[in-house]
């Protein structure tokens, strides 16, 4: 069946150090890949998404590049804040309006 | 304004009651969702409703019944509450066919003593 799997956590890092968690999947057809961050006490809010091959999605300075050869979908930081203290989520949907089927989840915390 | 809303935010409540989770939008949307997230904070979809349809029902036990009064709202019911139901529930939606992705609610941290 479709799965996700992270890098487990917690990843604990300096301020302005370079961030990467890893995310692999498996999956039947083509899917369609999110990661999602949830900070401390709230829901999740989706970061950035990629629907094909060699696409890459980007917000907040955060990316991820889809690679079907490897099924990777890592999320990479050059430099990370305090602020980006929170859980995140890789994740993967097989059809629009289907199931997300999530990671573990991978904790980061960001000292100063 | 609050895209997905649910409520309560917090539920504390004695084993064998029965307790509802309201979950509203106001995206247009046409699916929505329940999610729970364990205390190691893993989520798992437990169902899915189009347009008022049931899509998607997961291995949820009985105790668990979705209703979906019209397509801006899905509510959860829980029968005869259990200590292994203690977890956060995230009523979430989606617009078929857009690849937008999924908008979250902010959860419902249920505790059950």
């Known amino acids: 069946g479709n799965s996700v799997t992270q890098m487990e956590g917690p990843v604990t890092l300096s301020e302005e150090a370079f961030l990467t968690i890893n995310c692999t999947y498996t999956?039947?057809?083509?899917?369609?890949l999110f990661w999602y961050v949830q900070y401390p006490g709230e829901g999740l809010q989706l970061l950035l998404k990629?629907?094909?091959?060699?696409d890459k999605g980007s917000n907040k300075g955060f990316e991820a590049t889809y690679r079907k050869e490897t099924t990777s979908f890592h999320l990479e930081k050059g430099s990370v804040q305090v602020s980006d203290s929170a859980v995140y989520f890789c994740?993967?949907?097989?059809?629009?309006?289907?199931?997300?089927?999530f990671g573990q989840g991978t904790e980061l915390s960001v000292k100063p | 304004d609050t895209a997905v809303s649910q409520t309560p935010k917090y539920l504390v409540t004695q084993m064998g009651n029965d307790k509802s989770i309201k979950c509203e939008q106001n995206l247009g949307h046409d699916t929505m969702y329940w999610y729970k997230q364990d205390s190691k904070k893993f989520l798992k979809i437990m169902f899915s409703?189009?347009?008022?349809?049931?899509?998607i029902n997961e291995t949820v036990p009985n105790r668990f019944s979705p209703k979906s009064p019209d397509k801006a709202h899905l509510n959860l019911h829980i029968n005869s509450l259990e200590l292994g139901d203690s977890a956060v529930y995230f009523c979430?939606?989606?617009?078929?066919?857009?690849?937008?992705?999924?908008?979250f609610g902010s959860g419902t941290r249920l505790t059950v003593v």
């Open positions: 409703y189009n347009n008022k349809e049931l899509i």
């Open positions: 990629a629907t094909k091959a060699d």
């Open positions: 979430a939606s989606s617009q078929t066919g857009t690849g937008v992705g999924y908008t």
């Open positions: 994740a993967l949907t097989t059809n629009q309006g289907g199931k997300l089927i």
């Open positions: 999956a039947t057809g083509y899917p369609s």
